[in-house]
């Protein structure tokens, strides 16, 4: 198929690539951004179907991109070629590579999730930060979590910094998002116990029993967890903190947690 | 004492101030970068003495800074006004809160660390992004290390983005600055047994005894443990890792490896 070469700042797909950094557009149109040769490859790597893929190769920065660019096309991807000034407008990263893409986005429900047995699996609530979801995500993957599931998301998964912070991961670990009062009625419903991390807790993450079916619950960068979630989870944890009392951010105690479970139950 | 006010974009305190982003000049200076509320506030709380306090009301974001001010002046910092383009000239932040002090930087040596009779150690072998520099520093901190003993540096200690990672970590965790062969030699001669995280290793960072005098060492992010480490240190030990290979960053190593230090410690 030709490519169509795109260089006026006017065109309308210019526009659009824009208006996707924005969440309505992105829920709208079901629709997000992978921008960048490592994000890409990745995304293809995980047959996430790309429905577009705009590229320039004055940005170019490696020597593999026409290659990933002829697997993207073999795959369904449309092509486009943007001129030095029109990728400058489409780019939101500061170093741009010169690949960005367009994917759909999906939907995972919980009844689509294959569980094993003994399901280990990360709840978070409201977070904020583009940066630490991303973090979260790959630490999900790190420690091997069935899915991570999403309540009440304050921002979306489909965020071009989620994506950018996540590595790729967003691509690969199942992720739900749905409201607290369904997600908690849906782990009880299962027998999946709950511990929830909170500064206020008597008790040590580490004295938890962390095996067996297990949800670990994390609150929002500023308010930590709601109250629906404190009062419904099985179990409230605390981390221990030396030092001042920000050195931990949310990202960070997810990923203690996390490997603390993984400890415990390496040793089932 | 009268407050100077700044206005000439070329004033030789602005250039001053745009130079001590870069290393060089800020170790020639042996001074460094407070940029923003908090952290002036911090350095504050913890005694740094500060030289020059730079503001710029129009930049001011609360309604605390002129108190703070009033305090940076009692504790002997000159302060300068300036005007709202001088402060954006000065100001290497995206949002400016105008608030932008000039410290001495400090030198500890092995020698003048004051440990308990089983220290609890982190040394870090040239990292690279300052992101993940601050990251570690608060790390440490909440796992309440006794020190941070940085071998090799390729970023400093001072770069402003470090002291902003940091979160203000830096003014208050003792951070040793010393060669490798030097280190080794101490740790070994205080009897304090090195513990190497590296992906090598076969043993389990959780089946390691991370009780008694220790010190995590860890590597940078591209290259990992240098061979002098690798081989000099007592014991390797790896994190399990699911999931793609680079989930886990440096920080996000050395952050899970403390709090398994933190929790064996915590039942010694």
Redo the contacts between chains.
Sequence with gaps: MPVEIITSLQNPRLKRLVRLRDRRPRDEERAFLVEGYREVRRALDRKVPLDEVYFSPEWFLGENERALLAEAEAAGARLFELSKDAFSKVAYRERPDGLLAVAPQWRTALADLALPAEPFLLVIEAIEKPGNLG?IL??A????VNAVIVCDPVTDLFNPNVVRAS???LF??PCVVDESAVVLAWLRGRGIRTVATTPAAQA?Y?DADLRGPLAIVMGSEQYGLSDFWLKGADLPVR??????A????VA?AT??TL??A??QR?RA
Aim: glycine share 12%; hydrophobic share 45%.
């Design positions: 973090t790959r630490s993957d790190a420690a091997g590595t790729g991961v690969s670990v040590l580490s981390i221990p903190m030396a030092g001042q920000d050195s931990l951010n960070m990923l203690i490997f603390e993984v400890r390496g």
